[in-house]
């Protein structure tokens, strides 16, 4: 089941806020959609692929050549998997596919590389930037324009990846690859595409995608792969296989539960499992908490499940109106809260499709934004109920009450999290920011109130120097969107600096 999300995307040309509802999965993919202004070609199927041939007249295919493509490739590798430098990993490859032009495994890098670079095109400058408020998505024109100067780029990934597919047919991550291009490119269809084209293009994803689950059925990120697909198309037919049989969609569902119980299945499967059974039961089915604990033992020591198991009781607690039974079900919540905080790290990631490993770096950028966005208002749905609860208990047991609010406190502090940590694994956006600032306004209100009520200055003063904390990180933050020029660091040295 695909969730629906409203946003609002800033409109550059009026300086002001279209608001868009969109499939929550789908935002990352409708930032692409340009590409068809642009009149980017159809992508043949792999049938189209150019034969394999040896090496041109004249490339000399000696040990020292094929060790500095090697070394090309790695440095590439590199820069695709921090996220940065496309453009110089693109020239690396190309530099290295000329020295040993068949090695499947540079055709597929390169493939990635030009997808990559057309993403970073289509963002503009502030694509390199943690995304945040501060960050811009272009639209209108100027959209239309950058897709139209990466349009190549996209061409040349398809015939990169199926030339990978041609050089290596019985590599399930090759095929994986080229069927996530379909699959990208299915979710950028508009008017200018027929009906008769779309089918072909999702059949062709389809073929791919199936094709690499053959080939490594062991392999949960091909499952999970395969499951997006007909999660991103709702279940729409593609045309027939080559003799004119109908392809049978599988329930994604199904292969999301198959993928999950596989060796190396992400903890954020097991979040989006449990995601959807929330969404097909209600707060207090036991599948959701089930698979809440899997997450759970998937990443141990992350604050992020026992949250969400938290937030699972706060939402039995909100749906009924029997007090005796609300009450120990919040308790519970606060327990819960309690001992998340305790855990050792926090690292907020939801699930991310299996993208290729090359390419995931750069969608992830965006989907990370995006899938986080539910996550954050459960966080914050958490925090007002708790509170909620402390009032309750505020004149009967006030120190509990008290003992309330500072975890619900603790809880903001960790999501807001140090200005020194912006940047890395689990803090790439300033949203996280932005909503550890809300969730720790949120119980340092009603502590004040009780505080000042009676007559209590240390936690008055324990109030106030958390306020104190958080205006002082929304005023560091503002500076973090754009930094001074000059601060991106260079790339490290390669091969390509000896040519």
Request: hydrophobic fraction near 40%; proline fraction near 8%; include cysteine.
């Amino acid at each position: 089941m695909t969730g629906w999300l409203v946003v609002a995307v800033p409109e550059l040309r009026h300086r002001g806020w279209r608001i868009l509802a969109v499939p929550v999965l789908w935002l990352p993919l409708v930032l692409l959609s340009p590409l068809l202004i642009a009149g980017g070609a159809y992508p043949a199927g792999p049938a189209a692929a150019p034969p394999v041939s040896q090496a041109p007249p004249g490339e000399p295919e000696d040990a020292a050549s094929s060790s500095q493509a090697k070394d090309l490739y790695r440095f590439a590798a590199g820069h695709l998997k921090a996220g940065k430098w496309t453009s110089r990993a693109v020239t690396q490859l190309e530099r290295a596919i000329s020295l040993d032009p068949n090695q499947a495994a540079f055709h597929e890098s390169l493939g990635c590389a030009y997808l990559a670079r057309f993403t970073e095109t289509l963002m503009g400058e502030d694509f390199g930037k943690p995304l945040g408020p501060g960050v811009t998505v272009p639209g209108g024109p100027l959209m239309a324009s950058r897709a139209a100067a990466g349009a190549k780029d996209v061409e040349s990934a398809r015939k990169e990846l199926e030339r990978a597919v041609a050089l290596a047919p019985s590599e399930a991550r090759y095929h994986h690859s080229l069927g996530w291009y379909y699959a990208l490119w299915v979710q950028l269809l508009g008017t200018d595409e027929t009906p008769d084209k779309a089918a072909m293009t999702l059949r062709n994803a389809y073929t791919q995608l199936t094709q690499a689950v053959s080939l490594s059925p062991k392999d949960p990120a091909y499952l999970s792969s395969l499951a997006d697909l007909v999660r991103l198309t709702d279940g729409r037919q593609p045309a027939p296989d080559e003799k004119g049989h109908p392809i049978v969609i599988p329930d994604a569902w199904d292969l999301y539960t198959r993928a999950a119980v596989l060796r190396g299945a992400p903890a954020g499967l097991h979040h989006l499992l449990a995601v959807h059974y929330t969404d097909q039961e209600g707060s207090r089915s036991t599948r959701a908490t089930e698979e809440l604990h899997l997450a759970r033992a998937a990443d141990p020591g992350n604050a992020l499940y026992p949250y969400l198991l938290a937030c699972l009781q706060e939402q039995q607690a909100a749906g009924t109106d029997d007090k005796s039974a609300k009450s120990p079900l919040l308790d519970a919540s606060y327990r819960l809260l309690g001992e998340a905080n305790r855990c050792p790290k926090l690292v907020l990631r939801p699930y991310v499709p299996a993208f290729p490993a090359l390419l995931a770096p750069t969608l992830t950028k965006v989907m990370l934004l995006v899938e986080s966005m539910p996550l954050f208002a459960k966080l914050r749905g958490l925090a007002r109920g708790l509170v909620g609860y402390g009032r309750e208990l505020e004149d009967g047991s006030p120190s509990t009450a008290f003992a309330v609010y500072r975890e619900v406190a603790t809880l903001g502090q960790r999501l807001a999290g140090d200005p020194r940590d912006f940047g890395t694994v689990g803090n790439d956006t300033l949203l996280d920011k932005l909503v550890g600032i809300a969730v720790t306004r949120i119980a340092t209100k009603p502590t004040t109130a009780l505080a000042t009520k009676l007559g209590d200055q240390r936690w008055l003063q324990w109030a106030k120097t958390l306020d104190q904390q958080m205006d002082g990180l929304r005023d560091t933050m503002k500076g973090m969107v754009a930094p001074a020029e000059g601060t991106e660091p260079a790339p490290p040295a390669s091969p390509a600096a000896r040519q």
